[in-house]
T-cell receptor, first 113, second 112 residues
């Protein structure tokens, strides 16, 4: 069974630029999550989708971050414009349903210069 | 938001030794989970706990859901070099069942 796929694996941009990350969850998983993991910290949940609907985006900085899952499968997370403090690993995870037993992708490491 | 307090931050042990780490919160949690993360990879689920007092094993790993529902611990017995990595506790708080909070991690180093 294929795992959660993410791309790109690495991205370096300058502050004020825009960036987008892509995630393909495990086939059949209805719930998809985006996390931000700053170096030395645990992952922080940004947004959770159930199919193509948003379940929880209370910790998403909506002035610059946006995410969508239009067809209920793949998802994209965008940052526009990026700030230095956005440097982190962005992890995507999926689960069959609910919040338990999430399977994580390898992450995208973002460096903002 | 509610943070999870995970300790210790790091551990340096000899191969064969047992390891214990724990996680506490000031709020009640409905679910406790333990993950391991290797460099350049996403976290991998080790054990999931769903009931207060529950004690669950996965090979050499044992985890417990605290009776107060505000804490959990993970034990690793007879450590081996491949146990090296960062271990995270995570949980769903009772006040928001859609949320998932992570601790800051315990970095484990095992000397052969």
């Amino acid at each position: 069974e294929a795992g959660v796929a993410q791309s790109p694996r690495y991205k370096i941009i300058e502050k004020r630029q825009s960036v987008a990350f892509w995630c393909n969850p495990i086939s059949g998983h209805a719930t998809l999550y985006w996390y931000q993991q700053i170096l030395g910290q645990g992952p922080k949940l940004l947004i959770q989708f159930q199919n193509n609907g948003v379940v929880d985006d209370s910790q998403l900085p909506k002035d610059r971050f946006s995410a969508e899952r239009l067809k209920g499968v793949d998802s994209t997370l965008k940052i526009q414009p990026a700030k230095l403090e956005d440097s982190a690993v962005y992890l995507c995870a999926s689960s069959l349903g609910g919040n338990n037993e999430q399977f994580f992708g390898p992450g995208t490491r973002l460096t903002v210069l | 938001g509610q943070q999870l307090n995970q300790s210790p931050q790091s551990m340096f042990i000899q191969e064969g030794e047992d390891v214990s780490m724990n996680c506490t919160s000031s709020s009640i949690f409905n679910t406790w989970l333990w993950y391991k993360q290797d460099p350049g990879e996403g976290p991998v689920l080790l054990i999931a706990l769903y009931k207060a007092g529950e004690l669950t094993s996965n090979g050499r790993l044992t985890a417990q859901f605290g009776i107060t529902r505000k804490d959990s611990f993970l034990n690793i017995s007879a450590s081996i070099p491949s146990d090296v990595g960062i271990y995270f506790c995570a949980g769903q708080p009772q006040y928001n069942n859609n949320d998932m909070r992570f601790g800051a991690g315990t970095r484990l180093t095992v000397k052969p």
